[in-house]
């Protein structure tokens, strides 16, 4: 197991396989993410544990082709992921919902979507015109039986079910198409030039296990000191029940087109999240609990992270 899921105790083919589904994207991740690569060196030399809180996903709601959350909550829902929460950000036109695994040792899932029916008709026209080639679903059924399925039947589910996250759905986009898009949405140029690739892991700073980095502020601290860019605040005041930051987003070169061409330009593509969720008294029960939600205005900031600003035009 890599890193941020050492500490899961999977018995099941089911748990199994997730956990070397995660282990898959996480490597993948952390291989086009320098700064996930600087905090766990950064953890290992001060003696601490990287666990993982969460990891996020952004897909685009649209009825024809079919797209949305179910895309890829589908693929978790048979891995023991159950629907926790659900979030409203009228601001950028997105919905989210997160899932929890029936397994408390896995991290939760939280995955955006764009509600395309807000937006202007030409973005509408440059989104529906990129996901007309959107590539079938893989099937859950299949997932549902893993345990049943013969090695050789297991490892081809499971590097489909990589591929499905580590290549774009559709035909890539229209350079043009991408910029103009930015200007209305960058959620939304964002999701057409990445797909359904991680958009970011996240650090649970609770499990870090030393005194060096045993909350937020000393671990925002620590990572800037290893010369990792981070968001300029933490969101949430100091004893609060979710507290969140995150590094800047790595640019990486993209696929596109210009006309019939294929070409690339540069866009951002993720960043890594830190979260703390301290012990805090729940005074309904009185028992000390943590949250394990999110909290709308936090990620309304963390969304801004992978901005691309209207100036490069690739």
Do not use: C
């Not at 905090?39 to 544990?49: I, N, S």
């Not at 929460?85 to 997160?98: Q, R, S, V």
């Not at 080639?133 to 299949?142: E, G, I, N, V, Y």
Request: charged share 25%; aromatic share 10%; net charge neutral.
């Amino acid at each position: 197991m890599q890193a941020p899921h050492k500490a899961i105790s999977a018995q099941t083919p089911k748990e199994k396989f997730l956990v070397e589904l995660l282990d898959t994207l996480w490597e993948r991740y952390r291989s086009r993410v320098e700064h996930a690569r600087r905090y766990e060196t950064m953890v290992e030399k001060l003696g601490g544990t990287f666990l993982n809180d969460h990891i996020a996903f952004r897909t685009i709601a649209l009825q024809a082709p079919s797209a949305g959350i179910s895309r890829i909550s589908r693929l978790f829902e048979p891995l023991g992921y159950r629907l926790a929460g659900a979030y409203e950000f009228p601001d950028k036109h997105l919905n989210a919902l997160h899932y929890q695994n029936i397994n408390k040792g896995f991290p939760k899932l939280f995955i955006s979507e764009l509600k395309t029916w807000e937006l202007s008709d030409k973005a509408r026209a440059i989104i529906s015109a990129t996901l007309a080639s959107h590539r079938p679903p893989l099937s859950d059924q299949d997932l549902a039986a893993l345990e049943a399925m013969a090695p050789a039947s297991r490892a081809a589910m499971l590097a489909a079910a990589v591929k499905y996250f580590s290549e774009l759905p559709w035909t890539p986009p229209q350079k043009d198409d991408v910029v103009e898009l930015n200007k209305e949405s960058q959620f939304a140029a964002w999701v057409l030039v990445n797909g359904y690739d991680v958009n970011h892991f996240t650090a649970s700073v609770d499990s870090h296990g030393t005194g060096a980095i045993d909350d937020i502020e000393k671990t925002v601290t620590a990572m800037k000191r290893v010369g990792i860019p981070m968001k300029a605040d933490i969101e949430g005041e100091p004893g609060s029940k979710l507290r969140q930051s995150a590094t800047e987003a790595v640019t990486i070169d993209v696929e596109v087109r210009v006309g019939h061409e294929k070409s690339k330009m540069p866009w951002t593509y993720a960043y890594f999240e830190v979260a703390e969720r301290p012990y805090l008294t729940n005074p309904a029960s009185g028992k000390s609990e943590r949250f394990e939600g999110f909290l709308g205005p936090q990620a309304t900031s963390l969304f801004e992270m992978t901005r691309k600003l209207p100036d490069a035009k690739g």
